[in-house]
C-alpha cells in the first residue's frame, strides 16, 4: 500500500479522498490555489502545496505542477477525483512518466471511451446496444443538420468530449437546431477543448441509469445500479441507488452489458457507464442504450456505497497498489435504498444561476451523511463548482429512506448565500417522485411549483423581527409612561418591505404588529417558536423554507432600483459575446450578451422591445454581479 498519495483536487472530493487515506493509514497531499488557501481539504490534508491564481488554467489544470509537487514531497500516487484532470489521458501518460501512479484507469482506457461518438462505436462492436444517431467526425453544421433532419426530432447534440451537461443541446425542431448547434459547440469549446458533438434521437421518456463498474485491468464486477433521472439541464440533482421499478432481470442484463463494456477495454480502477433507459413502459431488458462511460470516481458514489458497503475510494486505493479485486460478483448485494441530494449556492428564482458569498451558519443533521468541502466562515467563489454539500440518507426500503432524505433537508440550515436546499425540499415531496414514477423531465414539469420565491407569513416575519432585534439578549428597555415599551424595525424580503413593530409584554412575551395583522410569541427554551439566526444586517428563519431578511437602516431607505431599462450581470462572469451594438432595435427576448460563468453559458435577453442606448461591456470583458451591461433608451 502506498504511505504518501498527492490529491490533484479541491473541496468535498478531496476531503471524501482524505477520510479514507487517514483510515487506511495513508499520508495525504493537498494541492490548491490561492482562492483556496484557507479551504477545508487544505486543512485536513497532512500537507498542502499551493499551486498559483485561482483560474483553473492556472491552478488545478496545471498537470506539470502538479507533478512536481507530488515528487517534491514524496507521494508515490496521484488520486484525480472527479472533473479537473480526472479523464485526461495526457495527464495520466506524465504521471506515469514522472514514476508516479495514477489512481485510476490507463490512458488507453480513458482515450477509448473519452470522445462519445467513438466510444459508442467500440460499444456497438463489443455488443453493448447505443441509442440511434450520428456519431462521425463530419462536423458541417448543413451535414450535421441533415443528419438530425434523419434521426427525426427531438434530438439531442451532445458534445464528444466531457460531461456534466455542458455542451449538450435538446432541440425540438430543425428551426432551432442551428443556434443550438453554434451555443453547444461554444459552451464545448470553451469547457473541454474540442468544439466536436454528436447527435442522437431523443428518447421522449428517458430514464437516466447507470452502472458502477470496477475493474483490475483483466476482471470487473458491477456493484449495481444508480437512477439520476431528477436533472436539470442535464446535471443531476436527486440520485438514487436501487432504481425503482428495476427488476432482477433487468439489473442482470444491464451490469452484464456494463461488465462487458468495462472488460472492453481493460479497464482498471472505478468507472461509470451510463444508460439512457425508455421508462415509457416499465424496464425491459431490451429498452436501455448505452450513453457514456466516466472514467472516475462519480459525484454521487455514495449511495452506491450505501447499499453495498463498500468503500469505493479503498478500493480504488488498493487495486491502484498491485491488489486484485477486492470482491467478487456474487460476493456483492444490495442493501436498503439510498438517496443523495446535492446541495448548491445558487438562485433557483432567478434560473439557477450560480451564487457567491459567505456562509454565515452551516448545520447538518447527525442522522445524514455529509460530504462538503465547506464549513461556516467559508467563502463560496465565482471560481470554481459551487457545490455546498451532498446530504446522503440511507433506509430499509426506498419509502423510509426517502422520509429519512427529507427530514435531513428540512433540518439542514444555511444562510450567508442563496441556496437550492427549498427546491431541494420540494422534489423530495413531488408526488411522481415519491411513488418513484421518475424520468428525465420530471423537474421540467413541475417547474414553476418547484422554483416559485418563498413567500413569508405573518409568523415568519415576526420571528425575524424578534431575531433582528436580539431579543432577549437586548431587550426592549427604557422608560414608557403607563405602557408597554414599542420599537420600531424595517425588514425587506425580495422585493417586500415590512414596517414591523415590537412590544414587549414580558420578558418572555412580545406582541408584533406587521401593518394591520399581529402575531404575539411567546419564548420557551428553544426560542421564539422557530429556529432563526442573526448574521451581520440579515436575519434568517429556518423551517420547511429559508426565508432570508435584510434587516433596512432607516436612514438608508430610498430605492436603488433600476427599472427595466437596463440588463445587469446576475453574475460574476466573462463576457463571451455581445450581440448588439447601441443604437440597434432590438425585441423582446433578443440575445444581446452571453455570459459564461461556472463553464456554463448565460444568455441575456431583451427585457423589453426598444432601442439600444448603451453597450458597456466587450467581448472577453470580466465582470462583477450587479454590472451594468446593455441599457436601453427610456420609454416616453
Same mark, same amino acid.
Given at each position: 500500500?502506498?504511505? &504518501? ?7 468535498e =472530493? ?6 479514507? /487515506? ?10 490548491y ?11 485536513q ?21 502538479i ?10 500516487? =496521484? ?12 495527464f ?64 439531442? =447534440? ?6 456534466g ?12 437546431? #442551428? ?9 464545448a469549446?470553451?469547457?473541454f ?58 439489473r442482470?442484463?444491464? $451490469? ?9 477495454? $481493460? ?34 458514489? @455514495? ?17 491502484a497498489?498491485?491488489? @486484485? ?12 435504498h ?16 450560480p ?11 447527525? #442522522? ?10 467559508d ?21 423510509? /429512506? ?9 433540518a ?12 431541494l425540499?420540494?422534489?423530495?415531496r413531488?408526488?411522481?417522485f ?18 416559485? &420565491? ?11 423581527a ?6 432577549p ?9 403607563w ?20 412590544? /414587549? ?6 406582541v408584533?404588529?406587521?401593518?394591520d ?18 448574521h ?18 432607516p ?5 436603488? $432600483?433600476?427599472? $427595466?431599462?437596463?440588463?445587469?450581470a446576475?453574475?460574476?462572469g ?42 458597456t ?20
Amino acid at each position: 500500500m502506498f504511505r &504518501k498519495i498527492l490529491i490533484a483536487n479541491r473541496g468535498e =472530493i478531496a476531503c471524501r479522498i482524505i477520510d479514507t /487515506a487517514r483510515a487506511m493509514g495513508v499520508r495525504t497531499v493537498a494541492v490548491y490555489s490561492d482562492a483556496d488557501a484557507k479551504a477545508l481539504h487544505v486543512a485536513q490534508a497532512d500537507e498542502a502545496v499551493r499551486l498559483g491564481p485561482a483560474p483553473v488554467a492556472d491552478s488545478y489544470l496545471r498537470g506539470d505542477l502538479i507533478i512536481q509537487a507530488a515528487i517534491d514531497t514524496g507521494a508515490q500516487a =496521484i488520486h484525480p477525483g472527479y472533473g479537473f484532470l480526472s479523464e485526461n489521458p495526457d495527464f495520466v501518460d506524465d504521471v506515469v512518466a514522472a514514476g508516479l501512479t495514477f489512481i485510476g484507469p490507463s490512458a488507453q482506457a480513458i482515450r477509448a471511451m473519452g470522445l462519445k461518438d467513438a466510444a459508442k462505436v467500440l460499444m456497438q462492436e463489443a455488443g453493448v446496444p447505443v441509442v440511434p444517431g450520428y456519431h462521425g467526425a463530419n462536423q458541417n453544421p448543413d451535414f450535421l443538420a441533415g443528419e438530425a433532419d434523419q434521426i427525426g426530432y427531438p434530438v439531442l =447534440i451532445k458534445a464528444v468530449a466531457g460531461g456534466g451537461g455542458k455542451g449538450m443541446r435538446l432541440v425540438e425542431s430543425a428551426a432551432e437546431f #442551428s443556434e443550438n448547434l453554434s451555443s453547444a459547440q461554444a459552451e464545448a469549446r470553451t469547457a473541454f477543448g474540442n468544439p466536436d458533438v454528436l447527435i442522437e434521437k431523443y428518447i421522449t421518456a428517458p430514464r437516466h441509469i447507470e452502472v458502477q463498474v470496477f475493474g483490475d485491468g483483466t476482471d470487473a464486477v458491477h456493484l449495481f445500479e444508480r437512477d439520476c433521472s431528477l436533472q436539470r439541464r442535464h446535471q443531476k440533482v436527486i440520485e438514487e441507488a436501487p432504481a425503482p421499478g428495476m427488476t432482477d432481470a433487468v439489473r442482470a442484463a444491464m $451490469g452484464a452489458a456494463a461488465v462487458k463494456a468495462a472488460k472492453a477495454i $481493460g479497464y482498471a480502477g472505478a468507472g461509470t457507464i451510463e444508460f439512457i433507459v425508455d421508462g415509457s413502459d416499465g424496464l425491459h431488458t431490451d429498452g436501455f442504450w448505452f450513453m457514456e462511460m466516466n472514467t472516475r470516481l462519480q459525484v454521487e458514489h @455514495p449511495v452506491t456505497e450505501a447499499i453495498t458497503g463498500v468503500d469505493l475510494v479503498e478500493w480504488q486505493l488498493r487495486v491502484a497498489a498491485g491488489e @486484485p479485486l477486492p470482491a467478487q460478483q456474487e460476493e456483492l448485494s444490495i442493501t436498503g435504498h439510498a438517496f443523495e441530494a446535492r446541495l448548491y449556492a445558487e438562485d433557483v428564482p432567478a434560473g439557477f444561476l450560480p451564487a457567491t458569498g459567505v456562509i454565515d451558519h452551516l448545520a447538518f443533521p447527525a #442522522s445524514a451523511r455529509i460530504d462538503s468541502g465547506v464549513t461556516a466562515g467559508d467563502e463560496i467563489s465565482p471560481w470554481y463548482d459551487p457545490m455546498i454539500a451532498k446530504v446522503t440518507v440511507h433506509g430499509p426500503d426506498r419509502a423510509r /429512506a426517502l422520509q429519512s432524505l427529507s427530514a435531513a433537508l428540512d433540518a439542514t440550515q444555511v444562510a450567508g448565500t442563496v441556496t437550492n436546499l427549498d427546491f431541494l425540499r420540494s422534489l423530495a415531496r413531488v408526488d411522481e417522485f415519491v411513488a418513484g414514477d421518475v424520468d428525465t423531465g420530471l423537474i421540467a414539469r413541475h417547474g414553476d411549483a418547484l422554483c416559485g &420565491k418563498a413567500v413569508p407569513s405573518a409568523r415568519d416575519i415576526a420571528i425575524a423581527a424578534v431575531t433582528a432585534a436580539d431579543l432577549p439578549d437586548h431587550p426592549l428597555t427604557g422608560f414608557a409612561l403607563w405602557q408597554p415599551l414599542e420599537r420600531q424595525i424595517a425588514l425587506q424580503h425580495g422585493d417586500q418591505l415590512f414596517d414591523v413593530a415590537l412590544t /414587549a409584554r414580558d420578558a418572555a412575551t412580545c406582541v408584533v404588529r406587521i401593518d394591520d395583522k399581529g402575531v404575539t410569541l411567546k419564548r420557551k427554551a428553544a426560542g421564539w417558536g422557530a429556529a432563526a439566526i442573526l448574521h451581520s444586517t440579515r436575519v434568517t428563519v429556518f423551517g420547511t423554507e429559508s426565508l432570508t431578511f435584510d434587516i433596512v437602516d432607516p436612514l438608508a431607505r430610498a430605492d436603488t $432600483g433600476m427599472g $427595466g431599462d437596463t440588463v445587469l450581470a446576475p453574475m460574476p462572469g466573462l463576457v463571451r459575446d455581445v450581440a448588439v451594438t447601441a443604437g440597434q432595435h432590438v425585441e423582446e427576448g433578443d440575445r444581446l450578451v452571453v455570459l459564461e460563468a461556472m463553464k456554463m453559458e448565460h444568455v441575456m435577453r431583451a427585457p423589453r422591445s426598444g432601442q439600444i442606448a448603451s453597450v458597456t461591456v466587450a467581448t472577453g470583458d470580466q465582470v462583477t454581479a450587479g454590472a451594468l451591461m446593455v441599457s436601453l433608451e427610456t420609454e416616453t
